[in-house]
């Protein structure tokens, strides 16, 4: 009845309440950079996480994610040598318009196959900054980075 009473005519308690609601709400309506910084580390501690988890729960695929890599590597690393190959004999050939056309095209196709590249090594070679490499080779793939 006391609080009540105190409510009705603004004692102290009611008026520090009042406050400390006001000042907690404009808190939270700013968001500061230390703020940001924990929460884009609690972010990138949980996606770690994530990958060491998804790791250690697929390990019965290990052998066919190695397979994977590496029949997809070899494909991309013979286009590339092929493309080189031709590259260089058009050079010591007389009428090599052909072999330079050839050379485009399968030089063409490795390219087409370095979003996949980038995958793989990220994934082996680089695993915690998986979230910028995958962003950069999905953009390879879909066709919007040149």
């Known amino acids: 009845m006391l609080g009540l009473i105190g409510n009705i005519f603004g004692s102290q308690k009611a008026l ?3 406050v400390d609601g006001v000042t907690n709400g404009l808190d939270k309506l700013y ?4 703020e ?3 929460d884009g580390a609690i972010e990138r501690a949980a996606a770690r996480g994530m990958v060491v988890e998804w790791m250690s729960t697929t390990k019965g695929q290990n052998i066919a994610r190695r397979l994977l890599a590496l029949v997809i590597t070899g494909v991309w690393l013979t286009q ?3 493309s080189l190959l031709l590259d260089l ?3 010591w050939i007389e009428d090599s318009t052909r072999i330079t056309e050839s050379s485009l ?3 063409q ?3 087409s196959m370095n979003g996949a590249m980038m995958l793989i090594l990220a994934f082996y070679f680089a695993a915690p900054h998986m979230g910028k490499i995958v962003d950069g080779a ?3 793939f879909g066709g919007a980075a040149k």
């Open 105 to 107: 095209v399968i030089g």
């Open 36 to 38: 940001k910084a924990q």
């Open 31 to 34: 968001y500061t950079d230390e």
């Open 80 to 82: 590339y040598i092929a």
């Open 89 to 91: 004999a058009a050079v």
């Open 109 to 111: 196709r490795a390219e």
């Open 138 to 140: 999905l953009n390879k």
């Open 16 to 18: 520090s309440g009042i």
